[in-house]
């Protein structure tokens, strides 16, 4: 029988008063309100040795408090872990009941380097305005703890620049028996990521005076594959000489029901999704903001006052337009605001019945889509996708979207996927058509997003929750399962896949469409993982362009490796491309 949406609550953290109390204290604003969760924990590290303490975790690190609570450290940042696992085994040092029960969590991490000894600089250094070198970076900081943001873009007119909060920057288990349930697998140990090298330009062989400036494709094909090659050698030998010693740290949740490895798991991939994203100077100006941020009671009246715009008879198409793309700009730059969204489920649901409108409404007039109705669908898609980031411990979404047996996400699971061929119905002008044709790519592009972030949430409660477990990636799956659009939707997903590795004369990928990747791997091995007839699709029309193209030496000359994404997406190419050649 399906849960009830209060089942669910196991999910969430649970409160302490006391060590609550000590973080709202002894903490900054920004800080406090991005802490995801809290849970005691035997730690075990090279410095700790044993020793009972709460492991507390906000969107960019690991913390650690004094138990009873009197000191908080900073122990591990997200973007210097290599790894997240469970491992299974009897830690002796517990008692025997404990011992059984035991969550033994094992973060490999490579630890902050100290600052270097800042050179002596000639006098021309001076006179070039260098910048200070920063002070020693030290192990661990108590708090409170400073962070620096970069200068805010232009808000919209109802959050003004000033007005803007800041964001901040498997092994099995007696509870968690499956290791490919996860949602995002292991990340293999991988050092860390350099700077792209200069590649010298490969050298040109000697030609005759009558061959100059003449080439066959076949020439410049062999010349790209070099320079290719070249790239990944460079790389792989940048990577190896800057390796760096890799750490561990072990907590021991001493309860069978813990969630801390759920959280540590979302919090670092949220972590490279997000500074991944955070690379890209366009998507920084968005989502950045001044440290003067407004208070939680403005942002609340703010919230109810474009609601109530929002949920208002007779909004002109362009007027939500405009409402919604002011609710995305400040979601963004607002984790409260997030919040507040799913505590008010009136915008929620208004907003699936008009994702459901827009493209349901023309796909019963023979799938001709509109250029509003793909704008407005888009932006719905993407504000979607940035309400569910970082919210899992928001008690209000989970009672809102389990409720009444899954029916909400039901209906915006089936109201997301869309006819990838509808533009070809179009009886307009070929500039018509090719420009419904970039709306309707756009569109697949942001359904893909939202998808991940629902599969994400699947994935959690698969590992809690064994058996008939409700709202699994495998329930998502059987949900979209009678969908007409559904394989349409998935064939242009893996197509999408293939065109983007396989071309050879393409561009690096920039920050913005290399998560658009990993996310686009993950969907597809979800398919492959979690459902017969989707798996059997993609191995029917895709099993030659996934053996040859989906590789992971393919996606090396696409990704920067200093991109925080760089290694987990080697890692889901990797698992496609096994299961599409075990299959």
Same mark, same amino acid.
């Given at each position: 029988?399906?849960?009830?949406?209060? #089942?669910?609550?196991?999910?969430?953290?649970?409160?302490?008063?006391?060590?609550?109390? +000590?973080?709202? @204290?002894?903490?900054? @604003?920004?800080?406090?309100?991005?802490?995801?969760?809290?849970?005691?924990?035997?730690?075990?590290?090279?410095?700790?040795?044993?020793?009972?303490?709460? $492991?507390?975790?906000?969107?960019?690190?690991?913390?650690?408090?004094?138990?009873?609570?009197?000191?908080?450290?900073?122990?591990?940042?997200?973007?210097?872990?290599?790894?997240?696992?469970?491992?299974?085994?009897?830690?002796?040092?517990?008692?025997?009941?404990?011992?059984?029960?035991?969550?033994?969590?094992?973060?490999?991490?490579?630890?902050?380097?100290?600052?270097?000894?800042?050179?002596?600089?000639?006098?021309?250094?001076?006179?070039?305005?260098?910048?200070?070198?920063?002070?020693?970076?030290?192990?661990?900081?108590?708090?409170?703890?400073?962070?620096?943001?970069?200068?805010?873009?232009?808000?919209?007119?109802?959050?003004?620049?000033?007005?803007?909060?800041?964001?901040?920057?498997?092994?099995?288990?007696?509870?968690?028996?499956?290791?490919?349930?996860?949602?995002?697998?292991?990340?293999?140990?991988?050092?860390?990521?350099?700077?792209?090298?200069?590649?010298?330009?490969?050298?040109?062989?000697?030609?005759?005076?009558?061959?100059?400036?003449?080439?066959?494709?076949?020439?410049?094909?062999?010349?790209?594959?070099?320079?290719?090659?070249?790239?990944?050698?460079?790389?792989?030998?940048?990577?190896?000489?800057?390796?760096?010693?890799?750490?561990?740290?072990?907590?021991?949740?001493?309860?069978?029901?813990?969630?801390?490895?759920?959280?540590?798991?979302?919090?670092?991939?949220?972590?490279?999704?997000?500074?991944?994203?955070?690379?890209?100077?366009?998507?920084?100006?968005?989502?950045? $903001?001044?440290?003067?941020?407004?208070?939680?009671?403005?942002?609340?009246?703010?919230?109810?006052?474009?609601?109530?715009?929002?949920?208002?008879? %007779?909004?002109?198409?362009?007027?939500?337009?405009?409402?919604?793309?002011?609710?995305?700009?400040?979601?963004?730059?607002?984790?409260?605001?997030?919040?507040?969204?799913?505590?008010?489920?009136?915008?929620?649901?208004?907003?699936?019945?008009?994702?459901?409108?827009?493209?349901?409404?023309?796909?019963?007039?023979?799938?001709?889509?509109?250029?509003?109705?793909?704008?407005?669908?888009?932006?719905?898609?993407?504000?979607?996708?940035?309400?569910?980031?970082?919210?899992?411990?928001?008690?209000?979404?989970?009672?809102?979207?389990?409720?009444?047996? %899954?029916?909400?996400?039901?209906?915006?699971?089936?109201?997301?996927?869309?006819?990838?061929?509808?533009?070809?119905?179009?009886?307009?002008?070929?500039?018509?058509?090719?420009?419904?044709?970039?709306?309707?790519?756009?569109?697949?592009?942001?359904?893909?997003?939202?998808?991940?972030?629902?599969?994400?949430?699947?994935?959690?409660?698969? @590992?809690?929750?064994?058996?008939?477990?409700?709202?699994?990636?495998?329930?998502?799956?059987?949900?979209?399962?009678?969908?007409?659009?559904?394989?349409?939707?998935?064939?242009?997903?893996?197509?999408?896949?293939?065109?983007?590795?396989?071309?050879?004369? %393409?561009?690096?990928?920039?920050?913005?469409?290399?998560?658009?990747?990993?996310?686009?791997?993950?969907?597809?091995? $979800?398919?492959?993982?979690?459902?017969?007839?989707?798996?059997?699709?993609?191995?029917?029309?895709?099993?030659?362009? +996934?053996?040859?193209?989906?590789?992971?030496?393919?996606?090396? #000359?696409?990704?920067?490796?200093?991109?925080?994404?760089?290694?987990?997406?080697? @890692?889901?190419?990797?698992?496609?491309?096994?299961?599409?050649?075990?299959?």
């Amino acid at each position: 029988m399906a849960r009830s949406g209060s #089942e669910f609550l196991p999910l969430l953290p649970r409160r302490n008063a006391r060590l609550d109390s +000590f973080l709202k @204290r002894n903490t900054e @604003r920004a800080l406090y309100e991005r802490i995801r969760t809290y849970e005691p924990c035997v730690v075990v590290s090279d410095v700790i040795n044993k020793v009972y303490m709460y $492991a507390v975790l906000s969107d960019e690190r690991v913390y650690l408090a004094e138990y009873p609570p009197r000191a908080l450290t900073a122990a591990v940042s997200f973007g210097r872990v290599r790894d997240i696992e469970l491992v299974n085994d009897l830690p002796d040092f517990l008692s025997a009941k404990d011992r059984e029960r035991c969550q033994h969590i094992r973060i490999t991490y490579v630890p902050e380097k100290p600052a270097e000894k800042e050179p002596d600089w000639p006098q021309r250094g001076k006179k070039a305005g260098l910048p200070p070198v920063a002070p020693p970076a030290r192990r661990a900081s108590h708090c409170p703890i400073k962070t620096h943001n970069l200068k805010g873009y232009p808000a919209d007119r109802r959050w003004k620049e000033e007005e803007l909060r800041p964001p901040l920057k498997t092994t099995r288990s007696a509870s968690c028996p499956d290791p490919e349930t996860l949602g995002l697998l292991r990340t293999p140990h991988l050092p860390h990521p350099p700077h792209p090298p200069h590649l010298p330009h490969p050298p040109q062989p000697p030609s005759s005076p009558g061959e100059e400036g003449l080439k066959t494709a076949e020439s410049r094909q062999v010349t790209r594959r070099i320079s290719s090659i070249l790239t990944r050698l460079l790389r792989r030998e940048r990577a190896t000489a800057d390796e760096e010693r890799e750490v561990e740290l072990h907590l021991y949740a001493v309860c069978q029901t813990s969630t801390l490895y759920l959280h540590l798991q979302s919090s670092w991939n949220s972590f490279i999704i997000k500074s991944t994203l955070l690379l890209d100077p366009l998507y920084r100006r968005r989502s950045t $903001a001044p440290s003067d941020s407004i208070s939680g009671e403005r942002t609340a009246h703010l919230f109810a006052q474009l609601s109530l715009e929002l949920l208002q008879d %007779g909004v002109s198409m362009e007027n939500l337009y405009l409402l919604l793309q002011e609710l995305r700009t400040a979601a963004h730059r607002n984790i409260t605001l997030r919040r507040l969204f799913w505590r008010s489920s009136e915008v929620f649901l208004f907003l699936v019945q008009t994702l459901e409108e827009c493209l349901h409404g023309c796909q019963s007039l023979g799938g001709v889509y509109t250029t509003d109705q793909l704008l407005l669908s888009t932006l719905i898609l993407q504000t979607l996708a940035i309400m569910f980031r970082e919210t899992e411990v928001e008690a209000a979404r989970s009672s809102l979207l389990f409720a009444k047996k %899954g029916a909400l996400i039901s209906r915006l699971l089936l109201a997301l996927i869309c006819d990838p061929d509808g533009e070809k119905h179009s009886r307009g002008s070929a500039s018509d058509s090719e420009q419904l044709q970039a709306l309707l790519s756009e569109y697949l592009d942001a359904a893909c997003s939202l998808l991940f972030e629902l599969l994400l949430m699947g994935f959690e409660t698969s @590992r809690c929750f064994q058996g008939d477990n409700f709202v699994s990636v495998c329930w998502i799956l059987r949900v979209l399962q009678p969908h007409p659009n559904l394989l349409p939707f998935i064939r242009h997903q893996a197509r999408q896949l293939v065109q983007v590795l396989s071309d050879q004369q %393409g561009s690096i990928l920039g920050p913005v469409q290399s998560v658009l990747l990993f996310q686009r791997c993950r969907l597809l091995l $979800a398919c492959l993982q979690h459902s017969n007839q989707l798996g059997q699709h993609l191995q029917t029309h895709f099993r030659e362009e +996934f053996r040859y193209f989906v590789t992971p030496s393919s996606t090396e #000359e696409k990704l920067q490796p200093h991109y925080p994404i760089y290694g987990p997406t080697l @890692r889901l190419v990797q698992c496609i491309q096994t299961l599409i050649q075990r299959r």
